[in-house]
């Protein structure tokens, strides 16, 4: 899976700021042939190529409608395949209708898979085996299950259901290759069922080493800082470690080697230098924290939500879990009972 992040921030949907339980995950595709990413992404980010009619989803309400998903996959500029997250994976995205007939609204992860012709065999074959991926992914991080009742279903299937508008997608595309939903739910279960075979004694998790992705390593903090920021701003979680008199950018910590190397060479994509490294370090007091999954944290004074809303008083003194982490995205909570989205730059470790 080819998987970026570009969040669609001055749509209405995303503005508004509203949250939801995921239940599951809806499959649409976009009814237009043009399977070009750019189309619907806005911003150019030098893969996406430009728009030059200035007709994507990156404004307030696209073509005049309320509309917005999570992810669209399709066409980079160079023709190969990828998936781009366009909202936080638990907003409450746009994409099946309003009112009564859109409550999937309420409850499942969209995306949007980019349509050509409906012809062409390669094209196909990749997407599906990008959507794939994908479900998989989210299927993992959520703790769904693709073959249970409703939970990875289709914008036609969401109709039968009473919790969609009437089209028909996917349907209309998927039979011309020999695929439905019934195939595309067992690939998506096969795919998270498929062992790790990445995998050898280097990087198993029982050997205690955790391989860490390093950009830099500076004698002066400010210079480290310098470059920590500009990684967050590509949407890398970064922290700053001190070890060996150094200050050492890192992305990331890993039991499993092979997943350090694909952050690296994301990295490399990007035009950085970066490299593996099993030494780790002491957390510097940054403005960029080590927060992970699982740590605890509290608010900065006067922090607001992620969307900009106003804060109770009582959220500044309670200690929350972090419950969720996309780039500077963090969700947090009591438990699993999420409170509400947060800026990571906005929270601090709680040093109890």
């Known amino acids: 899976m080819n998987l970026r992040k570009l969040l669609l921030t001055n749509n209405a949907c995303y ?11 809806m499959v649409h595709s976009t009814g237009a042939n ?14 996406l190529g430009p728009n030059k009619y200035g007709n994507h989803w990156n404004q307030d309400k696209p ?12 066409k980079l500029t160079d023709s190969s395949i990828a998936t781009y997250q366009t909202l936080p994976w638990n907003m409450r995205g746009w994409h099946c209708a309003s009112g009564s007939k859109g409550s999937g609204n309420n409850t499942h992860i969209s995306f949007e898979i980019c349509e050509d012709g409906l012809t062409d065999t390669l094209y ?39 919790i969609a508008s009437n089209h028909a997608d996917i349907m209309h595309w998927f039979p011309k290759h020999g695929k439905n939903m019934d195939s595309f739910r067992a690939a998506v279960k ?9 995998a050898g004694d280097e990087s198993s998790e029982s050997s205690g080493n955790l391989y860490r992705v390093q950009v830099g390593a500076y004698a002066n903090k400010a210079n480290a800082d310098a470059t920590a920021k500009k990684l967050k701003v590509k949407d890398y979680d970064t922290y700053i470690v ?16 092979a997943n350090a190397d694909a952050m690296a060479a994301k990295v490399k994509d990007d035009g950085l230098d970066a490299y593996i490294t099993t030494k780790g370090g002491t957390a510097v007091d940054s403005s960029i924290s ?21 804060l109770a008083s009582f959220v500044y003194d309670t200690v929350y879990d972090v419950i969720q982490i996309n780039g500077d995205y963090v969700v947090i909570g009591l438990g699993k009972a999420v409170t509400t989205a947060m800026n990571i730059a906005d929270l601090a470790l709680d040093p109890k």
């Open 15 to 25: 503005k508004a700021g509203k949250f939801i339980t995921i239940k599951g995950i």
């Open 34 to 47: 043009n399977p070009n990413l750019s189309r619907y992404i806005g911003t150019d980010d030098g893969l």
């Open 63 to 74: 073509d005049g409608r309320n509309v917005c998903v999570h992810a669209f996959i399709g």
């Open 124 to 162: 196909f074959s990749k997407i599906y085996q990008e959507a794939v991926e994908l479900c998989a992914y989210l299927c993992k991080t959520f703790s769904l299950d693709p073959l249970a009742d409703g939970v990875l279903i289709c914008h036609s299937e969401g109709h039968k259901r009473g």
């Open 190 to 198: 096969a795919a998270m069922d498929a062992p790790d075979t990445s």
């Open 242 to 257: 001190s070890a060996d008199g150094l200050y050492k950018v890192q992305i990331g910590a890993y039991a499993n080697k």
């Open 290 to 310: 080590p927060i992970t999954i699982g740590s605890k944290v509290k608010v900065k004074s006067g922090a607001k939500t992620y969307t900009g809303g106003g």
